[in-house]
């Protein structure tokens, strides 16, 4: 399903544990590391696509997390004709996205990459919260950093290792009401890079 402009629309996911580390999937059979991501089905909201998505790709259930918030406008990229099919090129232009940040309630045991028959990842690890910008594909890190940047101002209250937050600023209302956002901004150094401390090394695989 594209919109008139040739994007797709699709959902990406932030999921946070309780250090406020992200989850970061390995693409099957690839060495591409990615967030959760999807396409939103004909007559699905952006929530109900995002939950079916994180069943889908991660096995998690609506139980399992606390939304947080989300971006308040769409997202889009445009992806290289050289990772477009032949027959796709000329009316597809790449992703219109929707991002959540949400919150692991439940156990890193409840996470099945096996959950479907067609799984989307391999392996699993926690990345400190900037890090997949360092590794994200060129053509999608400007979504990332925008995504991640709006979504930052509202991680838990929890994440005093983060050093691209400081107190004294009330966050933009993103729609969702969550009772401990914090008064919190966030910085990013010139240029973007180096972003975050190294992700941790241990990885789960399937």
Known sequence: MLDREGFRPNVGIVLLNQKNQVFWGKRIRTHSWQFPQGGIDRGETPEQAMIRELHEEVGLLR???????????????????????????????????????????????????????????????W???????????????????????????????????????????????????CADMPDASFELPPGATALGANPQTRQHHV
């Open 63 to 125: 139980e399992h997390i606390r939304i947080v918030a989300r971006t308040r406008d769409w997202l889009r990229y445009e992806v290289p004709d050289r990772f477009i099919r032949r027959d796709s090129r000329g009316f597809y232009k790449g992703q219109k996205q929707i991002w959540f940040l949400l919150q692991l309630v439940g156990h890193d045991w409840d996470l099945n990459l096996r959950a479907t028959n067609h799984p989307e990842f391999d392996a699993w690890r």
């Open 127 to 177: 990345n400190d919260y900037w890090v997949p910008l360092d590794a994200v594909v060129e053509f999608k890190r400007e979504v990332y950093v925008t995504a991640l940047t709006e979504l930052s101002r509202f991680l838990p209250r929890n994440d005093y290792r983060n050093r691209f937050l400081r107190q004294g600023i009330r966050p933009l209302d993103l729609g969702h009401s």
